[in-house]
T-cell receptor, first 113, second 113 residues
Framework: DAGVIQSPRHEVTEMGQEVTLRCKPISGHDYLFWYRQTMMRGLELLIYFNNNVPIDDSGMPEDRFSAKMPNASFSTLKIQPSEPRDSAVYFC???????????FGQGTRLTVV | AQSVAQPEDQVNVAEGNPLTVKCTYS??????LFWYVQYPNRGLQFLLK??????LVKGSYGFEAEFNKSQTSFHLKKPSALVSDSALYFC???????????FGAGTRLTVKP
């Protein structure tokens, strides 16, 4: 398996624009997580899914952020409208079952100017 | 609530010397503990985990960690550091009734030749 695949690797956008980040989890994994990494706040859990159902979205910072998982092999994180303070590296991770470790994608570096 | 603390932002060691990266946690119930490593511009890579069993856990690249329930700690260790071990290390915890992980702020390990 190629691991967790995220796209794009880098995204530069202007303030106010919509941004969509994409994630393909490892095949067969039933949990998917979205994290955000910044220097100031470290790694923050934004939302996670189990069997495509959102379980906990309490980490989503604002209504501008939304996440979907239409099927077991694809998830999106959307920011609309984007703001400069959204600039960060966004990671997607997946895992199988409860007692296991999560596998991370290489991240999407988002810059909002 | 679950949380994890990494008290050192930076650890410096000389190549060949033993290294320790500290982690303490707070969780309700028995903890699930993890160590991850992050190299520049990369995602997090799993090193090792403690779920149950032997308190000394061995992982990838010669790393090991010792679970100490009385001190609520899970320090990462390696007997002989390599320059290539230089990276950012994250400790993570989750409780048995919780499905998501919480990460520490990270410790930057620098191994000097």
């Amino acid at each position: 398996d190629a691991g967790v695949i995220q796209s794009p690797r880098h995204e530069v956008t202007e303030m106010g624009q919509e941004v969509t980040l994409r994630c393909k989890p490892i095949s067969g994994h039933d949990y998917l997580f979205w994290y955000r990494q910044t220097m100031m706040r470290g790694l923050e859990l934004l939302i996670y899914f189990n069997n495509n159902v959102p379980i906990d979205d309490s980490g989503m910072p604002e209504d501008r952020f939304s996440a979907k998982m239409p099927n077991a092999s694809f998830s999106t994180l959307k920011i609309q409208p984007s703001e400069p303070r959204d600039s960060a590296v966004y990671f997607c991770a997946s895992k199988l079952g409860q007692g296991t470790e999560a596998f991370f994608g290489q991240g999407t570096r988002l810059t909002v100017v | 609530a679950q949380s994890v603390a990494q008290p050192e932002d930076q650890v410096n060691v000389a190549e060949g010397n033993p290294l320790t990266v500290k982690c303490t946690y707070s969780v309700s119930g028995n903890p699930y503990l993890f160590w991850y490593v992050q190299y520049p511009n990369r995602g997090l890579q799993f090193l090792l985990k403690y779920i149950t069993g032997d308190n000394l856990v061995k992982g990838s690249y010669g790393f090991e960690a010792e679970f100490n329930k009385s001190q609520t700690s899970f320090h990462l260790k390696k007997p002989s550091a390599l320059v290539s071990d230089s990276a950012l290390y994250f400790c993570a915890v989750r409780g048995p009734a919780v499905l998501d992980m919480r990460f520490g702020a990270g410790t930057r390990l620098t191994v000097k030749p």
